[in-house]
T-cell receptor
Framework: GIQVEQSPPDLILQEGANSTLRCNFSDSVNNLQWFHQNPWGQLINLFYIPSGTKQNGRLSATTVATERYSLLYISSSQTTDSGVYFCAVGGDFGNEKLTFGTGTRLTIIP | DGGITQSPKYLFRKEGQNVTLSCEQNLNHDAMYWYRQDPGQGLRLIYYSQIVNDFQKGDIAEGYSVSREKKESFPLTVTSAQKNPTAFYLC???????????????FGPGTRLTVL
């Protein structure tokens, strides 16, 4: 099956800093999603981005499908950005299960 | 409000007991999924269903069972055969599978199961 690797595993930043989270995957995909898991465990959808670039406020994401990686950018970090960020990918059409990476734990210090 | 609900939020079970976790969605999604998350780990797929009365095993189906009698409901039973059931369980749904351009999954708030 598809392998998903996220880096770095942990990231500690001062409030206001920028960060880049990376997701590498081992095969072609038709679905790539970025999630933020809050302290209560809720998975919040950030981006659905199997290819291309999207932006939503201080967050943006880029997926280069041909090179099998995706990047999540967070600018001007706030303490509410703390949590775990997951990348998840899906492979075949008609079988839309997601394979998750192990996440990046982001801690923003005031 | 459209969304996915899971109940209960917390569940405690004695060893040897079966328990059923509820998942309901009113998004009119065809596909539903159950994932398990262990501490410090990503999510792993237990079962998924693309249409009513049909479901498939995921990567870690042993010790679990599901049913899909209604489009909006996909309950998960954790049986006594599951050797290490303590975990966080998340349910998800997505629109009709096979739609090429948009099959984003959305998640419920989860159920934390603890076996005593």
């Amino acid at each position: 099956g598809i392998q998903v690797e996220q880096s770095p595993p942990d990231l500690i930043l001062q409030e206001g800093a920028n960060s880049t989270l990376r997701c590498n995957f081992s095969d072609s995909v038709n679905n790539l999603q970025w999630f933020h898991q809050n302290p209560w465990g809720q998975l919040i959808n950030l981006f659905y981005i199997p290819s291309g670039t999207k932006q939503n406020g201080r967050l943006s994401a880029t997926t280069v499908a041909t090179e099998r990686y995706s990047l999540l950018y967070i600018s001007s970090s706030q303490t509410t950005d703390s949590g775990v960020y997951f990348c998840a990918v899906g492979g075949d059409f008609g079988n839309e299960k997601l394979t998750f990476g192990t996440g990046t734990r982001l801690t923003i210090i005031p | 409000d459209g969304g996915i609900t899971q109940s209960p939020k917390y569940l405690f079970r004695k060893e040897g007991q079966n328990v059923t976790l509820s998942c309901e969605q009113n998004l009119n999604h065809d596909a539903m999924y159950w994932y398990r998350q262990d501490p410090g780990q990503g999510l792993r797929l237990i079962y998924y269903s693309q249409i009513v009365n049909d479901f498939q095993k995921g990567d870690i189906a042993e010790g679990y069972s599901v049913s899909r009698e209604k489009k909006e409901s996909f309950p998960l039973t954790v049986t006594s055969a599951q050797k290490n059931p303590t975990a966080f369980y998340l349910c998800a749904s997505s629109i009709l599978p096979g739609q090429v351009y948009y099959n984003e999954q959305f998640f419920g708030p989860g159920t934390r199961l603890t076996v005593l």
